[in-house]
């Protein structure tokens, strides 16, 4: 079956410590995306791609870093510039006037 | 600038119940709208869109959804409320850059 693989699903983190968070599509979508989500908050965008090998930045990227090397793959490093990563992290991919498909999200803690 | 608005924090209905959850957009041009749910520690899921064409979008799991131009509204609606139905609903607009901008989430307790 075709959709998003996050991973891991849970994450954590070390002061100091750059982590990276994978998202793998095999539904051949162009656009892919990394949104946050906070406790009884909506979803803000941290970076997007509409293409390989560009990505645009988001309402929140500072402390954050993005590569789209491949079609499928576009992982996230959440760097020690990011002063507060807890949060939960959700990739999500699309397509043309297509809704999104969202993977499973990864839970990003501090140790 | 894109916008969505949903004005209720947090619905409780009745099992069997009919549901609303109410959205407002703000976009320049023609609006591209969705309905997702997520359920605890998952990711969203589809349930619903407008594009085009009749007014009434029917979707997943009984759900429907009003466009109104006049009022620029997107409720959610479905006649009859399951218990399964207890998550946390959003709204969405899509934008001509292929960007989604979300509303804040509408939590749905349905009682039995």
């Known amino acids: 079956d075709g959709g998003i693989t996050q991973s891991p699903k849970y994450l954590f983190r070390k002061e100091g410590q750059n982590v990276t968070l994978s998202c793998e599509q095999n539904?051949?979508?162009?656009?892919m995306y990394w949104y946050r989500q906070d406790p009884g908050q909506g979803l803000r965008l941290i970076y997007y791609s509409q293409i390989v090998n560009d990505f645009q930045k988001g309402d929140i990227a500072e402390g954050y870093s993005v590569s789209r090397e491949k079609k499928e793959s576009f992982p996230l490093t959440v760097t020690s510039a990011q002063k507060n990563p807890t949060a939960f992290y959700l990739c999500?991919?699309?397509?043309?006037?297509?809704?999104?498909?969202f993977g499973d999200g990864t839970r990003l803690s501090i140790l | 600038a894109q916008s969505v608005a949903q004005p209720e924090d947090q619905v409780n209905v009745a099992e069997g119940n009919p549901l609303t959850v109410k959205c407002t957009y703000s976009v320049s041009g023609n609006p591209y709208l969705f309905w997702y749910v997520q359920y605890p520690n998952r990711g969203l899921q589809f349930l619903l869109k407008y594009i085009t064409g009749d007014n009434l979008v029917k979707g997943s799991y009984g759900f429907e959804a009003e466009f109104n131009k006049s009022q620029t509204s997107f409720h959610l609606k479905k006649p009859s409320a399951l218990v399964s139905d207890s998550a946390l609903y959003f709204c969405a607009v899509r934008d001509y850059g292929q960007n989604f901008v979300f509303g804040p989430g509408t939590r749905l307790s349905v009682l039995p």
């Open positions: 539904l051949n979508h162009d656009a």
């Open positions: 999500a991919s699309s397509m043309g006037v297509w809704p999104q498909h």
